[in-house]
């Protein structure tokens, strides 16, 4: 006799139908998913409107947030060998490229506004509740939590990528004639205040943060109105 065991036809039909249904369904959650990622692409464009308050370094316009991200991500990598504790590059990369996304809604507030500051935070969580909510679920948790720990301030992660979003602003500040400073009458001890944490992740950075108001203070663009202790 025949070896091996004859499946009923009918036990045959069902089992390809049941696999034809699973990759129909399978091709239907892909779909979904590439849906929802190419919904959050096209709306994150929207980053681009975003003005903020510090000039290109030729002093032409202001910078953008998808200006000021790009510029970041690669200062992320370059500037590496200045942390003073080891980081995941890449994490850091990522971080500061969607730490901005929340102003899509939300909208720049400016580093030495302090009216905009008692809002911020609200503000920023409804905006990350809903930008991030539009990817796949795995995706826009993890994008969430990349921008809760830049925002967390504590990790080596996050503290490399604040640096750096500091960093920026005051090198631009610097090629810019210290426009932006002018514009809004920043004094030293606002900059020191909000760069109070830039030591301890990279005593070097700092250092040349300091030379740089310094300079500013010198000639004008930054009013002295403390004294380094």
């Known amino acids: ?13 069902r089992s390809v139908f ?23 692409i096209v709306e994150i464009d929207k980053v681009k409107n975003i003005f903020r308050q510090t000039y290109l370094a030729d002093a032409g316009r202001k ?21 003073e504790k080891p980081v995941d590059v890449s994490k850091v990369m990522l971080m500061v490229l969607i730490h901005d996304l929340v102003e899509i809604d939300a909208g ?9 500051a008692e809002t911020k935070r609200a503000r920023e969580e409804a905006a990350a509740d809903r930008i991030f909510g539009l990817l796949p679920e795995d995706q826009g948790k993890y994008f969430r939590e990349l921008w809760e720990e ?6 080596p992660e996050g503290k490399y990528a604040h640096l750096l979003d500091n960093f920026q602003p005051l090198l631009l500040n610097d090629a810019s004639g210290g426009l932006s ?21 990279s005593e070097t950075i700092w250092n040349c943060m300091k030379e740089i108001v310094q300079k500013h203070i010198e000639c004008g663009h930054v009013e002295e109105d403390c004294r380094e202790e």
């Open 18 to 40: 049941l696999n034809m249904k699973e990759r129909e369904m399978e091709k239907n959650q892909q779909l979904e998913r590439l849906e929802k990622q190419i919904r959050f």
């Open 1 to 13: 006799m025949f070896g091996g065991t004859l499946r009923r036809p009918d036990a045959t039909y």
């Open 181 to 201: 400073w002018q514009e809004h009458q920043v004094r030293k001890s606002q900059i020191y205040k909000r760069n109070e944490k830039i030591e301890e992740t």
């Open 63 to 83: 910078e953008n947030d998808a200006e000021h991200s790009w510029h970041i991500a690669l200062m992320a990598y370059l500037l590496q060998e200045y942390a």
């Open 108 to 116: 720049d507030t400016y580093a030495y506004d302090d009216a905009g």
């Open 150 to 155: 830049f925002e967390a301030y504590e990790s």
